[in-house]
């Protein structure tokens, strides 16, 4: 049984369709991602599948429990299976990195407080903040709170992580940085990735799996592991995206340079 299932899911704002028909199955270790251009609905499929939107229709299953068919109590119980790492890290800007790291440990698990610092420390020292344990987000760069962010997202090692955009606005060298944790991180934990993403170098980096959202047709048309779809991939939109190459549809509606 897959960790995660989407079966048929159709995503709406209202009367506007947003995406609809998308299925998709994760499994344990696996670092899936989601894929596509601006404006395509990743960051409402991870809301969705985070229990922060409800679908149009369609089902969000986690261990095969259906999550929007579930009362209260039993999704309170599924949300606590997994960590979140926002696009902008989303830290408390009055607690200290610690106290960020400590509160989800405080929530969710049965630990005092001195077993909460140690693990909070712990996992520090896995995202090379151990240092920063006082310091307020105000006081680090951009990502060092990212780092941070993904610290208090595996504090209580949930067996599934959902990352929006996690490389976005970063350094060549600090998105390269934060990928390396990623893959130490389902190392260690043995954690499923779900991650948004348009980030090339990340998406082939360390990627399992993905689906690849369509704007136009406002479907998925590619299903696959990013760095073999680049190779693979029949739908234009979906070789252009992967190739940083402007579509062909676009292209014939450029004005021709004058001979």
Not at 12 to 20: E, S, T
Not at 130 to 159: C, H, T, V, W
Not at 209 to 220: C, N
Request: charged residues 25%.
């Amino acid at each position: 049984m897959a960790l995660l299932a989407v079966d048929d899911l159709e995503m709406r704002f209202g009367d506007r369709l947003i995406q609809q028909g998308i299925s998709l199955q994760v499994e344990k270790g696996c670092i899936f991602a989601i894929m596509g251009g601006s404006g395509c609905g990743k960051s409402t499929l991870l809301k969705h599948m985070v229990g922060l939107l409800p679908p149009a229709s369609g089902s969000v299953t986690y261990d095969g429990v259906d999550f929007w068919a579930s009362d209260d109590a039993q999704r309170a119980r599924l949300r606590s299976g997994f960590g979140m790492l926002f696009q902008s890290a989303a830290l408390w800007s009055s607690m200290t990195v610690m106290e960020n790291i400590c509160l989800p440990l405080e929530q969710q698990t049965k630990l005092d407080a001195g077993q909460r610092e140690a693990k909070a420390r712990e996992v520090l020292e896995w995202v090379e903040l151990a240092d920063f344990a006082d310091f307020y987000p105000a006081d680090l760069s951009g990502g060092m709170k990212k780092r941070a962010g993904l610290a208090r997202a595996i504090a209580a090692e949930p067996p599934l992580l959902f990352l929006d955009e996690p490389s976005a606005g970063l350094d060549p060298i600090s998105s390269r940085r934060l990928d390396d944790l990623i893959l130490d991180i389902r190392e260690r934990t043995g954690a499923a990735v779900v991650f948004v993403s348009h980030e090339l170098p990340s998406l082939f980096a360390i990627a399992d799996d993905g689906i690849f959202l369509d704007a136009d047709s406002k479907r998925p048309i590619a299903h696959g592991r990013p760095s073999e779809l680049a190779k693979t991939a029949q739908h234009p939109t979906v070789r252009a995206f992967l190739h940083r190459e402007v579509p062909p549809e676009t292209t014939s509606n450029q004005p021709k340079a004058p001979a």
